[in-house]
């Protein structure tokens, strides 16, 4: 998610040196991905103390990096930073509204590597130019195995079935993995018949050159999937549990989301089940017709079960995911999460987007209503606790109607971000009547 980050940042400064600070595991395979980037590890940071910066990026949510980064010398510096006094401020407004999404991403249709860009570049200095997807014409399929979550990435009973099939259509089967996946790379080699196991085998360099002799790679979220995307590889992104194709989709055009239809998977940022209800909701035989349809006939046919998504760009160059079929329970989701984009893209002034068609709520008088009398009570709490200056506590955000959450999470974030001084008050109550005022036109 850092790569068209630094890449845009190269384009936007071609003559800058540019530092990456993180742990040595994390960066050492993108050394060879993009040399001219200064990698530095975190053991050797104290060299970076006597440097001046122009400006410092904080990505990390971790309480030791919002520490150094209050070391730093620099005119500009975005995201966390602890303060001589042991307090920690996050600078930049889409800093702050992505401190905002941890466990409250329901209705977010911003992609995290956008949002990491927001604070520190144009619009057109973000633009970059992507790859053009190769559909390949051999019959070697990729299939990379796991993901950093055990909810994102299917049972080994999953990836045999799945792989199967496509053998049966006269695929090759390429196994695609790190050590963690290199147990069932070897359980699948030994039950297929045309597989080449290469678990265990790449640096990131290696399965980049890997991806690229693939027709395409079928693969759960994971950084890889982003490596095999930015490959101009065609990519079946599963999209299973707490991974939201919305925040960390394959971000390149054209690229492919399949995400079961299951209601608990909307906002879900760490499963709470005892079992992953999602993962049945993906029939592995079903799916390897679908992806034999799109790569030979270029057609995304239906899945009873699932969604089905196609990576594009909005009206302001943006990620966005096109839907290839309508489902009507999804469709007050789509509407609400739109909504939201479009108002935040407005109130921190971004631009005007044309995802959200206001025609979309008007249409539904129910949940327009309900929105409205919700915002209304909403506004109603928040001026009561601006009386009474008691602080939007966890109390407030959990009292709050789902429908409400972006704007409760950020509200909490922005006023608490701004020791609570009137200023951030009543930016919020304009936030507030802002938002009331465009669900009533």
Known sequence: MTLPLLLRLQKKYPTADIFFLAEEIFFTPLKEVLPSINF???????????????????????????????TLQTDLIVGAVKNSLGEVRVHGNWALYRTSLVHNNRYNC????????????????????????????????????????????????????????????????????????????????????????????????????????????????????HLASLSGTQVYNLSLGSASPWDTGAYTCGQVTVRPHISCIKGCWQCTRNEYLCFE?????????????????????????????????????LYHLEESEKSVHDINHQTISFLWQDFFASFLELGKLTNYNSDALKSNPTLRRTLIKSTKAFRDDFWAHYKQKSLLDAAFFEKSSTLLKPLAGFAQMYIENADAKKESWLKMLNMVESFLEKIEE
Not at 47 to 54: E, G, N, R
């Open 40 to 70: 530095v590890s975190t053991h050797k940071q104290d060299k970076l103390k006597q440097m001046k910066w122009d400006i410092v990026i904080n990505l990390s949510f971790r309480n030791n990096a919002s520490e150094f980064a209050g």
């Open 110 to 225: 911003f992609h995290w590597s956008d949002i990491n860009c927001f604070d520190v570049l144009s619009l057109e200095d973000m633009y970059i130019k992507e790859p053009l997807i190769r559909k390949g014409t051999n019959r070697r399929i990729g299939l990379f195995l796991g993901a950093s979550a055990t909810d994102r990435y299917p049972k080994k009973e999953f990836w045999l079935s799945l792989a199967k099939k496509l053998e049966s259509f006269g695929s090759e089967i390429v196994l695609l993995g790190g050590e963690s996946e290199r147990e069932v790379g070897d359980f699948l080699f030994s039950q297929l018949s045309r597989a080449e196991n290469t678990c265990g085998k790449f640096n990131l360099l290696g399965l980049f050159n890997a991806f690229r002799t693939c027709a395409c790679v079928i693969s759960p979220d994971t950084g890889p999937m």
């Open 281 to 317: 909701k993906v029939n592995p035989e079903a799916f390897a017709i679908f992806i034999q349809m799109h790569l030979l006939e270029n057609k995304l046919i239906h899945l009873e079960t699932c969604s089905v998504y196609t990576s594009a760009r909005n009206n302001l160059g």
